[in-house]
């Protein structure tokens, strides 16, 4: 049974920090890309940072760079979402996503509230 549980989530002050974990079991994690998207009440969700298989190669979305860093542990087949700086727009359900050429999973979203 393939799960990715995110957790992490809360309600910080702008300037904030806050990091997202997503656990993932039922699948062969070191073959998937794995990804952080967000979607912001009215709003269309959007890529926030992805990372490859291995970790070698990662990209943020404009707004973010600078200020997230994605990163993965293979050998605990986690993600983690380390998110400085925050700031009121980013405010959002945060969802962690599994890629691979033939199958993508997603989790359950955790809410991040960013407060001014």
């Known amino acids: 049974q393939v799960q990715l549980v995110e957790s992490g989530g809360g309600l910080v002050q702008a300037g904030g920090s806050l990091r997202l974990s997503c656990a993932a079991s039922?699948?062969?994690?070191?073959?998937?890309?794995m990804s952080w998207y967000r979607q912001a009440p009215g709003k269309e969700r959007e890529l926030v940072a992805a990372?490859?298989?291995?970790?070698?190669?990662?990209n943020y979305a404009d707004s973010v760079k600078g200020r997230f860093t994605i990163s993965r542990d293979n050998a605990k087949n986690t993600v983690y979402l380390q998110m400085n700086t925050l700031k009121p727009e980013d405010t959002a359900v945060y969802y962690c996503?599994?890629?691979?050429?033939?199958?993508?999973?997603w989790g359950q979203g955790t809410q991040v509230t960013v407060s001014l």
């Open positions: 039922g699948f062969t994690f070191s073959r998937y890309v």
């Open positions: 996503k599994a890629q691979s050429v033939i199958n993508t999973f």
């Open positions: 990372i490859g298989s291995t970790g070698g190669s990662t």
